[in-house]
């Protein structure tokens, strides 16, 4: 124990480095039993749940340089809670694992948590952090488990497109690639290394890309509505437009039909950009849509390319994928 | 994509490694909607669900020359079941985000993943990988979450143990930290890094010991029984027992008075050594106590102290805190 101001991890116990996040926290629990026993109990009304996990990981998935500890803990429940919203569930929980350098700085602790909180109260009001994991690391990880409910209505899965509906998507396309691209190419020194954001250097749509990319806000209250709508299928959009789309349309057997102008004035970066999590959805009707999503499109009988924009297959690149796509050099 | 026998996961794309994570688990999904969706869907009957979330990190919690994969998926889903058990529920699922250097090879993957699915089977028949997240990483990290149900019995908290109740211990005190100093005496080089175990050099309670450490086997199944039982108090025992009971002491308001005889030839190293996932448990009479708890003594009145052993207050040291305790060059 320590009276610095401001230790770091390594220099104090995990009591008080719990005692930081339960203060950043402030009593937000609405579990049977919260934090501090061996685990969390939580409601499940009509006897079923919904469970995701995501982890970001410090290298492939974000730079100090270019994250406050705040961004961190809101990007890590936000996609998270993109997961849960894409079956048609209502967010309840979180559960965060956070492995992190002996150096970390209990203040950095404390604004991670305050992150966590804070979307959870701007995303999904009434779902709280409900318990966690403490770890030393070398790699600073925030490996984050979401919970959800369905409130009465079917999970909607991937597979229950049918030809005829349509395709609707709610949330971005292309933004948080053109913050990520923004960082890369605006906000890094000769060597390659990120530095801090000048953000009084950015215009209004830079500003807009940048936080879609560090504090993304996705649809979440609207993957419920979709359900209680009707979707017949609803997936979150984190791999990019294009890619999720072909996966939605294979685990459904047709094929998705997309229309270039509701993609917006750049369909390629809206097809290809990823981490938006935008919700893409199919309802029987065009009626069935609720307010919210936009009409991108229809689904057709399966045919030999699962993703067709204005009639033709689309074959771009088809999105992120950490293990073939990460150089950590190039950063 | 390549041909290589035994490529490493930076050499290959995330869906070749997902084929051989469910080639290992091998189809045994119990769930509503199991891997492969945005997230899955698990059946919470009684309309109750208990989760928690552990982490092992590459440094602190293993090392590769002393633990297989094989051994991590094992360990990694049994510390996570003792807290499930631990609550007096049944588990169900396992949640994994895996982070991994890229140089990990594909077939060390697949024998964790053969490790959480044996690990499950042989410790809680029917709970299963139910989703996960893969991710590149400089610092192997296996954080886990795992679901339980409670099946009509009510969740068994730290804070219920009255005075006049019998205290019991179902599973091993002080054995996995045997096998800790095992490995730490034993199989290390000059330098101090860590090598091979060599089982053969090793007799039958060192044996014991090194599988306690690296496979630990909690009684998982005796924490539902204990429940039902009617088991007032029951914790998992990962931080050294007279740790974690003085906090189900400090949880109940009470004081536990042990018996230094119940703790075995060593009762030091019974109260000190951690990470044995032993269920430390309160029953209201003697009569209640199930067959694979044996008694280790009573509960008091609050006293100034929390503990007592032969009714001494004990003053030993308190267990492991990995932000106080881990030294990353000691090891």
């Not at 995303?123 to 690391?137: F, R």
């Not at 009465?152 to 990520?180: C, F, I, Q, T, Y």
């Not at 685990?251 to 938006?276: F, H, K, R, Y």
Request: glycine residues 12%; hydrophobic residues 50%.
């Amino acid at each position: 124990m320590t009276d610095l101001p401001d230790p770091t991890v390594g220099e104090i116990g995990e009591h008080r480095i719990l005692r930081q996040i339960f203060a950043a926290l402030d009593g937000s629990s609405q579990a049977i039993v919260g934090p501090g026993d061996d685990a969390a109990v939580l409601a499940a009304p009509g006897g079923r749940v919904v469970i995701t996990t995501d982890t970001l990981v410090h290298g492939p998935d974000f730079r100090l340089a270019w994250s406050s500890p705040l961004d961190l803990g809101w990007k890590s429940a936000a996609v998270n809670l993109a997961d849960i919203a894409a079956m048609g569930a209502r967010p309840v929980a979180l559960f965060v694992a956070l492995a992190m350098p002996a150096d970390t700085r209990l203040s950095f602790v404390g604004a991670l948590a305050s992150g966590l909180r804070q979307a959870c109260d701007a995303l999904a009001p009434g779902c709280a952090v409900e318990g966690g994991d403490l770890t030393i690391s070398d790699t600073l990880t925030i490996a984050v488990t979401a919970v959800g409910v369905l409130d009465g209505v079917e999970p909607v899965l991937r597979s229950g497109a049918s030809p005829g509906d349509v395709v609707a998507l709610a949330g971005h396309a292309g933004r948080a690639a053109a913050g990520l691209e923004l960082l890369f190419s605006r906000f890094r020194d000769a060597d390659g290394e990120a530095v801090a954001v000048a953000r009084d250097t950015l215009d209004a749509a830079e500003t807009a890309a940048l936080d879609a990319q560090l504090r993304p806000e996705p649809p979440i209250a609207l993957g419920a509505r979709a359900a209680v709508a009707g979707a017949t299928a609803m997936m979150d959009v984190s791999d990019g437009l294009a890619l999720d789309a072909r996966r939605l349309a294979a685990a459904s057997g047709v094929t998705l039909a997309l229309s270039a102008g509701a993609l917006g004035p750049e369909p390629v970066a809206a097809l290809e950009g990823g981490e938006d999590h935008a919700l893409l959805a199919t309802f029987p009707t065009l009626a069935a849509v609720p307010d919210g999503f936009r009409l991108l499109g229809v689904v057709q009988s399966p045919g030999p390319d699962a993703l067709l924009v204005d009639g033709e297959a689309y074959t771009g690149p088809g999105g992120w994928d950490p293990y073939r796509d990460w150089d950590r050099h190039a950063g």
